[in-house]
Structures are given as C-alpha cells and as structure tokens.
Nanobody
C-alpha cells in the first residue's frame, strides 16, 4: 500500500501560480508512475500530468502543456505540480495518484492509489 497526501491548493487570481505537493509514504515508489488528475464540479476526472519515478520521464495533457510542470524529489518521496498562468477553467480538485508497473497511463481507472485531493480555485 502507498498513502498519498496532497497540499498546496488555494484561491488564486487568473494568471497566478501555485505549487501542489503530494507526499507519499508506505510502499516503495521505485516502479511507479505518479500522476496528477483533476476533477471540476459536474465533470469527469481528467488526466493532467504524470512522471515515471525512476527515470523522470513526463507526459502532459495538451490543455496544460507549457503552463504546468510535474517533478519529483526522490529523497523526500514528494511529487510536485507547479501550475502557472492559471485560468478559471483550471478550477478543480487536484488529485495525486500512483500506478505500479511499467509505462504511464492517462486513464484514472489504471491508478489504484489516490490522495484526498486539494482544491484549486482560479478567479477571473
């Protein structure tokens, strides 16, 4: 089992920035992909970004490319999502998730481990 706890959300004006953090504990993360997803009210949970824990390769949703950056700190067992140039449509609960195995998945159903989420609200 791995436990995930997100933090760093908040209320920010359009154009602003936040750094979301995900603290992982429990099982080793050496064979994982760590993902960030988000879910807005009335919408399905959607993929935002993911990173391979070992090699550091990353993938992003087209809607956030160039604005969001995912990273990890192996020593601290932390995953981060730097979110810049925020737009009102980025408003959502942001979730951290872990997937054991090779590769990276864009599908929430492939990630068995989830945090509780952190709210990001962007005002216009």
């Amino acid at each position: 089992q791995v436990q995930l706890v997100e933090s760093g959300g908040g209320l920010v004006q359009a154009g602003g920035s936040l750094r979301l953090s995900c603290a992982a504990s429990g099982r080793t993360l050496s064979s994982t992909a760590m993902g960030w997803f988000r879910q807005a009210p009335g919408k399905e949970r959607e993929f935002v970004a993911a990173i391979r824990w070992s090699g550091g390769s990353t993938v992003y949703a087209d809607s956030v490319k160039g604005r969001f950056t995912i990273s990890r700190d192996k020593a601290k067992n932390m995953v981060y999502l730097q979110v810049n140039s925020l737009k009102p449509e980025d408003t959502a609960v942001y979730y951290c998730a872990a997937l054991y195995g090779s590769g990276i998945s864009y599908a929430p159903r492939d990630y068995p481990y989830w945090g509780q989420g952190t709210q990001v609200t962007v005002s216009s």
